[in-house]
Nanobody, 124 residues
Framework: QVQLVESGGGLVQAGGSLRLSCAASARTASRYAMGWFRQAPGKERQFVAAISWSGVNIYYAESVKGRFTISRDNAENTVYLQMNSLEPEDTAVYYC?????????????????WGQGTQVTVTS
């Protein structure tokens, strides 16, 4: 069982930056592939970024490529999402997710564990 706790959300103006963190409880959290997803009001949950167990394989949604960076620190059991050049369209609740195994996936159904989410609001 893995518990995930996100932090770092907040209110920011367009063009600004935020860094989200996701702390995993399990001592074996480094053996999990991790992903970030987001959900805006009235919309379906959307893939943002994912990173494999080793950090070698990384995937991004087209809408965030070049602006967001996912990374992980396995010694700290933490995954990060650095978000730059934020746009009002990035406003959503951001969720961290984990799946046992090496490979990361873009589909939310591939993930076994989810955090509670952290709100990101970008004003124009």
């Amino acid at each position: 069982q893995v518990q995930l706790v996100e932090s770092g959300g907040g209110l920011v103006q367009a063009g600004g930056s935020l860094r989200l963190s996701c702390a995993a409880s399990a001592r074996t959290a480094s053996r999990y592939a991790m992903g970030w997803f987001r959900q805006a009001p009235g919309k379906e949950r959307q893939f943002v970024a994912a990173i494999s167990w080793s950090g070698v394989n990384i995937y991004y949604a087209e809408s965030v490529k070049g602006r967001f960076t996912i990374s992980r620190d396995n010694a700290e059991n933490t995954v990060y999402l650095q978000m730059n050049s934020l746009e009002p369209e990035d406003t959503a609740v951001y969720y961290c997710a984990a799946r046992a195994g090496y490979s990361a996936y873009r589909s939310a159904t591939a993930y076994d564990y989810w955090g509670q989410g952290t709100q990101v609001t970008v004003t124009s």
